[in-house]
């Protein structure tokens, strides 16, 4: 029986009624009433977006949507996720790309259909500025497109609600990805980084963290976490137990 300080309430999983504890987040409460999740379910911290849920509260006709991950139920919610959003993404080799807006309109041609309602923004779990990236991308903007687009996490649910049926994600991966091969400066320090490692400066380090055993892994963990990860590169450098 279950102790009085837990509180039971009703959810609808996909139109089936269930009783799950109070405060639990979805993904939770959904794992807690027997589903066993193998897609719409990643890293567990609002990150991965692979846990995107449309919802609605009781006595509202509004759908609302955020990571399963990150929202608490509520009360008579009714739930379900979209574990995959199936749209549109071009097909290209960033390397042979112009970083321009001719690159954009090609790969992208309903870019332009954009009508500026800002039904993306409404619909980011994130609570990016999503019409906003668009109306940079429209203008070529592609440092802005970045600055605005960059804490994305891909869940899709721009494209699912888009009425111009645009993939503002995709548009965004984009200019992202055309940003930093083609006008972000080179980083010394990776290209030095790259260099070590080409030369075998960390092999024996690497072969030796393969053997560790867990609790080896996690004292180092804890040691890389306290030095902000500067351990972690002079230990696999030197090869150290």
Do not use: W
């Not at 690159?103 to 779990?125: A, G, V």
């Not at 992202?176 to 006008?183: C, N, T």
């Amino acid at each position: 029986m279950l102790p009085d300080i837990i509180t039971m309430i009703p959810i609808y999983i996909m139109g089936r009624r269930y009783e799950v504890p109070r405060g639990l987040t979805i993904l939770k409460a959904m794992e807690f009433a027997g589903y066993e999740l193998k897609r719409g379910c990643g890293c567990r911290g609002g990150v991965c977006g692979a846990c995107v849920t449309m919802y609605r509260k009781k006595g509202t006709y509004e759908l609302n949507v955020g990571l399963a991950c990150q929202t608490v139920i509520e009360p008579h919610m009714y739930l379900m996720q979209l574990p995959f959003i199936p749209a549109h993404k071009a097909i290209y080799a960033i390397k042979h790309v112009l970083a321009d807006d001719s690159t954009i309109i090609k790969l992208y041609p309903e870019l332009m259909r954009c009508l500026q309602c800002n039904t993306c923004t409404r619909s980011c779990p994130m609570e990016l500025d999503v019409m906003g990236y668009i109306a940079a991308a429209m203008r070529a903007d592609l440092e802005k497109v970045v600055e605005l687009s960059m804490e994305c996490v891909m869940c899709g649910m721009c494209a699912a609600r888009c009425p111009a049926e645009l993939s503002p994600f995709n548009i965004a991966l984009l200019i992202r990805r055309m940003y930093g091969k083609h006008i972000v400066p080179p980083s010394p320090q990776l290209e030095k980084r790259l260099n070590e490692i080409s030369q075998g400066e960390f092999a024996e380090g690497i072969e030796h963290l393969k053997k560790a055993d867990e609790v080896e892994m996690i004292e180092r963990f804890k040691e890389f976490q306290a030095t902000k990860g500067e351990a972690a590169v002079e230990l696999t450098k030197k090869g150290k137990p």
